[in-house]
């Protein structure tokens, strides 16, 4: 615990309103704090559009990832285009920050929040999608400088 006086809210939407400001708080970078609150937010509105209260569970966030898997950014109208995996595992990030606070704050079982953190993110591929063998590096790395030549 790190000394802020912790209580839970007598409604369960004052509750998740409440976790969600404790997370954003912690969160010091505003960039990252942007984007914790965009994941944050989606996965509430994603939740409450699935209309069956599956409620906080693993299965629930593997479900939401999927989602974001296969879902397009908020203002995109290109239909080749998807979320970044850094955007998603950001997305997933803030999910365990809240799944964490929840069973610190005792929304949430400590077994639940443990498998909902986890949850795995997605790999992130190399920039230009190869990489170089250790021989084809080794070979890069012996060429002679162009500049320094005559």
């Not at 509430?44 to 299965?59: D, I, P």
């Not at 005792?106 to 999608?129: D, Q, T, W």
């Not at 990489?131 to 790395?141: D, G, K, N, S």
Request: net charge positive.
């Amino acid at each position: 615990m790190d000394g802020r006086r912790r209580f839970l809210p007598a409604t369960s939407l004052d509750a998740v309103k409440w976790l969600r400001s404790v997370v954003l708080d912690d969160v010091t970078n505003p960039e990252s704090k942007r984007t914790y609150c965009r994941g944050i937010d989606r996965f509430l509105n994603w939740l409450q559009s699935q209309g069956r209260s599956t409620g906080f569970t693993k299965a629930t966030v593997e479900a939401f990832k999927n989602h974001l898997i296969e879902s397009r950014p908020d203002k995109s109208h290109r239909p080749d285009s998807r979320l970044s995996p850094s955007t998603v595992n950001m997305y997933l990030t803030a999910i365990r920050r809240l799944a964490a606070e929840a069973a610190e704050s005792g929304v949430i079982a400590p077994e639940v929040a443990s498998a909902i953190i986890g949850v795995k993110g997605l790999r992130r591929e190399a920039v230009n999608g190869t990489r170089l063998t250790f021989l084809q590096a080794e070979e890069f790395i012996a060429l002679p400088n162009a500049e320094t030549l005559k």
